[in-house]
């Protein structure tokens, strides 16, 4: 946290509208529909034919973060990410965003500026407007909640209920990379907190530090399916980890699945540090989760037109509900899955 | 709070399904417009020709409310209600909200259930539906992020930056009573911290309690505006006090304004008990917030259409901005408002 002790202006310093300012003027409109942003008791949004999606998060201190490990700026592109993946999981373009933070007064003005710059980054590069907001106390930890909101047309949007007996279970990118970059981040500060003068071993990981700490949102695959013509007949975001998402979308569906161990996307830095920490890869893709990739089922005879994709992997396929949601092992076996989901609610750690 | 400990469910004993489950299925949907709700990776809403309105308030324990006093059903219908008056400010109609709560891991489910509770209370008085939102843990404190959409035909928004010269400034209901609440309240507390056998005195002042516990929000404004034929050419919300938002409604107008302290509303017990405790009666109504009436300005032809209603009162008028925005006093001197605004940034007790 060096870096953000530059300069520390406290927040009583500036006020109000002194705050505020600092905060939203480098703020920029880039929708047509945001009719008005910043500066009312509420933003306007003009959705003409199409339909508003809406989406909300909320992030805490301790749980969802620790700021040890996490730069401010990062803290703020990624509760902005984790959102505009929920409305990518729709088949929705993000457009507007609203942001609120609770913070304890010891937070500086600089540190908010760091969250805030993180936001317009993401703003920026997914083309999203931040429309308002609320800034505020805590009495204790940083507390980010992002509230986004996305446009569609009817025919569109994809809900979760749609997966269909023989339709193929597909997935975005890769898995579990966001995992286990936490388990790099936690172990090095594990090393550090027991001899400060090791220097943490980092290198060589990059890109799963990277999918922890600034994940991207797949708003681009709304424009692949288009290209690929393809419709999912049900999709959802990967946040709490395959499994759980495999068992929302067949439970919602109606229809059970079958997914293969050997097909499940995992980069080469992952497999690595896994086997390096003796955890089992697929444990990391099954129940890691933030790895804010997409899973959809699209129909079997569209088997062509996404095969080749090299964003797209086929993991599995629907089968009837009476025969479960299971993972067929590398050797064979079927192990039935379980979902972990909210991880926070269940242990503090 | 002894009512809340009836039964005692934790929170890791329902896991997140349950938790949901419980939590939800309660809810109803109200609005043609609402097309999905909870249960999705976010809400859709069809906005058809209206405009959408969005606003966003984020509630925290020990700043904006201390569970000593509020008991958490109150507290989750004043969440709902808080920014269902932004968007009545922006003479819209709330049509949905989405909630976040974070909450300690101690919390039991029951004492989520009261919260939910009181925001279903809300949204079935207001007719809004709730379609989506985050429950999570919290190292601390309970954290309340509510978001509401509201809609209206372009024509029918009001801004905060229509006020012109001449204007009459007027408010709705009556001010100052939320603060004299939240004055009592501390003031029994402490009553009680020194001497747990003396009952607290509460009687006669239910009025300011309501006020403080239970506020509403001014969405029947909109109907009455289309009865008497009149448009508000600028309009707020009163949540940080008068003071603040006269200000800011004269900043974003730029205009001036004069508010007379003899017109401005107060109910007996407001002033009552601010005289039993020594509070000018007009700092409360000018610095104390969360009355969550409408301030709004109407051109001076339409004194007639006004001057009679049961919920308007006239307090003044819009002046040129070299005048500065002042409260006239009882004896004639003028007096320069000042803004408080976010108390909660500025000293956190």
Same mark, same amino acid.
């Given at each position: 946290m060096a870096d953000n002790e530059r300069k520390v202006t406290s927040i009583s310093e500036l006020g109000e509208f002194g705050l505020i300012d600092r905060l939203t003027n480098k703020i920029k409109i880039r929708n047509a529909s945001?009719?008005? @942003? /910043? @500066?009312? !008791? =509420? %933003? /306007?949004?003009? =959705?003409?034919?199409?339909?508003v999606v809406i989406t909300t998060d909320l992030l805490t201190e301790g749980i969802h973060f620790n700021l040890m490990y996490v730069p401010l700026k990062h803290l703020g592109y990624k509760s902005v990410?984790?959102?505009?993946? !929920?409305? =990518? %999981?729709?088949? %929705?373009?993000?457009?507007? /965003?609203?942001? +609120? /933070? =609770?913070? +304890?007064?010891?937070f500086s003005v600089e540190a908010l500026e760091q969250i805030y710059e993180g936001m317009n980054l993401a703003c920026e590069k997914y083309g999203v407007d931040l429309v308002g907001g609320d800034t505020t106390s805590s009495m204790t930890g940083l507390v980010i909640s992002v509230t986004a909101i996305g446009m569609a047309r009817e025919e569109e949007l994809v809900y979760r209920n749609g997966a269909q007996k023989n339709d193929l279970i597909c997935v975005t990118g890769d898995l579990g990379g966001a995992y286990m970059g936490l388990n790099l981040l936690e172990r090095e500060n594990r090393v550090f907190k027991d001899n400060p003068n090791v220097q943490p071993q980092l290198e060589g990981y990059n890109y799963i530090l990277e999918r922890q700490l600034k994940p991207e949102a797949r708003t681009d695959m709304k424009k692949i399916f288009e290209e690929l013509k393809v419709k999912p007949t049900a999709m959802m975001d990967i946040s709490d980890g395959l499994s759980s998402e495999v068992m929302h979308i067949c439970s919602d569906s109606g229809v059970g699945a079958k997914i293969y161990e050997e097909k499940v996307p995992m980069d080469n830095e992952t497999k690595d540090l896994a086997e390096e920490m003796h955890i089992n890869p697929i444990v990391a893709a099954l129940n890691g989760g933030e790895d804010y990739e997409l899973l959809f089922t699209v129909p079997i005879a569209d088997h062509d037109k996404i095969r080749n994709h090299p964003d797209i992997t086929v993991i599995g396929h629907i089968v009837d509900a009476s025969e479960g949601t299971n993972l067929v092992a590398m050797g064979g076996t079927e192990i039935e899955l379980t979902a972990q989901g909210w991880n926070s609610l269940k242990d503090e750690k």
């Amino acid at each position: 946290m060096a870096d953000n002790e530059r300069k520390v202006t406290s927040i009583s310093e500036l006020g109000e509208f002194g705050l505020i300012d600092r905060l939203t003027n480098k703020i920029k409109i880039r929708n047509a529909s945001t009719l008005k @942003g /910043i @500066g009312d !008791d =509420a %933003a /306007i949004i003009d =959705a003409k034919e199409k339909k508003v999606v809406i989406t909300t998060d909320l992030l805490t201190e301790g749980i969802h973060f620790n700021l040890m490990y996490v730069p401010l700026k990062h803290l703020g592109y990624k509760s902005v990410v984790v959102n505009l993946s !929920d409305v =990518a %999981a729709m088949n %929705a373009v993000p457009t507007q /965003i609203t942001v +609120s /933070i =609770a913070v +304890s007064s010891k937070f500086s003005v600089e540190a908010l500026e760091q969250i805030y710059e993180g936001m317009n980054l993401a703003c920026e590069k997914y083309g999203v407007d931040l429309v308002g907001g609320d800034t505020t106390s805590s009495m204790t930890g940083l507390v980010i909640s992002v509230t986004a909101i996305g446009m569609a047309r009817e025919e569109e949007l994809v809900y979760r209920n749609g997966a269909q007996k023989n339709d193929l279970i597909c997935v975005t990118g890769d898995l579990g990379g966001a995992y286990m970059g936490l388990n790099l981040l936690e172990r090095e500060n594990r090393v550090f907190k027991d001899n400060p003068n090791v220097q943490p071993q980092l290198e060589g990981y990059n890109y799963i530090l990277e999918r922890q700490l600034k994940p991207e949102a797949r708003t681009d695959m709304k424009k692949i399916f288009e290209e690929l013509k393809v419709k999912p007949t049900a999709m959802m975001d990967i946040s709490d980890g395959l499994s759980s998402e495999v068992m929302h979308i067949c439970s919602d569906s109606g229809v059970g699945a079958k997914i293969y161990e050997e097909k499940v996307p995992m980069d080469n830095e992952t497999k690595d540090l896994a086997e390096e920490m003796h955890i089992n890869p697929i444990v990391a893709a099954l129940n890691g989760g933030e790895d804010y990739e997409l899973l959809f089922t699209v129909p079997i005879a569209d088997h062509d037109k996404i095969r080749n994709h090299p964003d797209i992997t086929v993991i599995g396929h629907i089968v009837d509900a009476s025969e479960g949601t299971n993972l067929v092992a590398m050797g064979g076996t079927e192990i039935e899955l379980t979902a972990q989901g909210w991880n926070s609610l269940k242990d503090e750690k």
